[in-house]
């Protein structure tokens, strides 16, 4: 038999918001002298930010897994047994596997067991995916992001709360937010008196929150102690741009408008308050870089688990929720007024944000890797 390596095979991704926390994790990995390798979907982003990353990627086909009767959902499993028989090449002899949750995470998983490798899961939500849960039951391990989601396995589950690891860049903004917010008033044509309140949803969007965000616009034009950052989403750039007011340029409200942000580490360190949907990467940054948040939890994200989390930021202190169904330019813009006037609040509110956040959400996942890791060289 072929001794096992310091080789550590990560699986997961399809949005940004798993591929960002799979990196994280695999660079603090690295940093201790392992070989980390990708598994995930052609078809996700991790096909184009794993390389750009510096580390090897291996497509798999990969299909969601659905409680709503179709022949996608019933060609799931199947998907994932034969994705499951294609990764076992991949997954042999390394020394551990780590699935970050989603469906694009289950073939490796699969193939791990089958081949003997120790699996240790991460679970991103307040509220566990159906792919998580479905696989404890395998893993030496399920790390956590929320407490809250601990109910949701068994008690013979090994569990670890572990935060949700955040990418460097972005752990950088406490200690050099005065540097990076002066680059951000340059790069964005900011001024500096202005309160900036930074509103996106996630990379892809959010076209209900974009165009609350115009009417709110429209609805704070007066204010010109007030400036937005708006992230539209790249597909939405035009259309919102068209519904803003013409205020620019002259007193009252200014508005920066932006399809995308390569450098949201730039937008964070000059946001006095955040507007934005509750993923659970969005809320792993937003309080690692101890922001105050007004959060919009999406409303069809699976078993409303955007909520989840959003709610357990309210409890921490560190956010107010606007669900989408009260989501309107009016209740938009009076949230906004009552939380940016009342400076007490948005203090306390970030002071809770920090201490919410774990900014050492990597080195927490990596341990227990490195310790099923050693566990398997030792049983070698």
């Known amino acids: 038999m072929t001794p096992p390596t310091r080789r550590v095979v990560v699986a997961g991704g399809g949005t940004a918001g798993h591929v960002f926390p799979g990196l994280a994790v695999a660079r603090a990995l690295r940093d ?99 792919a998580n849960r479905a696989l404890a039951r395998l893993a030496e391990a399920v790390a956590l992001s929320f407490p809250d989601a ?29 540097t990076l917010a002066k680059e951000a008033r340059e790069s964005f044509e900011l001024e500096e008196e202005r309160t900036t309140i930074l509103v996106f949803g996630g990379s892809q969007g959010a076209l209900h929150l974009n165009r609350s965000m115009v009417g709110a616009c429209r609805l704070l034009s007066p204010r010109s102690d007030l400036q937005v950052v708006l992230v539209t989403g790249p597909a939405h750039l035009e259309s919102i741009r068209a519904g803003l007011p013409k205020t620019n340029g002259g007193p009252g409200l200014l508005v920066r408008l932006f399809g995308y942000l390569d450098r949201m580490e730039l937008a964070y360190a000059c946001a006095d308050l955040i507007v934005s949907r509750a993923g659970a990467t969005t809320v792993a940054e937003l309080t690692v870089c101890g922001l105050p948040a007004l959060l919009v939890p999406y409303p069809y994200a699976t078993r409303n688990h955007q909520e989840a989390n959003a709610r357990a930021v309210q409890r921490a202190g560190a956010a107010s929720v606007l669900l989408d169904d009260q989501l309107s330019a009016e209740a938009l813009a009076t949230r906004i007024e009552s939380l ?14 920090k201490a919410f956040g774990r900014p050492d959400a990597a080195a927490r996942l990596a341990s227990p890797v490195e310790e099923s890791a050693a566990l398997r060289r030792a049983g070698a």
Do not use: K
Request: proline letters at 7%.
């Open 150 to 178: 601990r109910s949701a396995f068994g008690h013979r589950v090994r569990i670890e709360l572990t935060g949700n690891p955040v990418r460097e860049e972005i752990l950088r903004v406490p200690d050099e937010r005065d």
């Open 340 to 353: 940016v006037d009342h400076e007490e609040r948005l203090r306390a509110m970030a002071e809770h944000s």
């Open 32 to 130: 201790r002298g392992h070989d980390v390798a990708f598994v995930g979907s052609s078809e996700g982003l991790e096909a184009r930010l794993v390389p750009a990353a510096g580390f090897e990627f291996n497509p798999v086909v990969a299909q969601p897994f659905t409680r709503a009767p179709s022949l996608r959902a019933l060609r799931a499993p199947v998907v994932a047994l034969q994705g499951a028989a294609r990764c076992r090449p991949l997954v042999r002899g390394a020394c551990a596997a780590v699935g970050m949750g989603g469906y694009a995470s289950v073939s490796t998983v699969l193939a791990a067991r089958r081949e003997g490798v120790p699996i240790v899961l991460h679970e991103q939500n307040a509220i566990p995916g159906l």
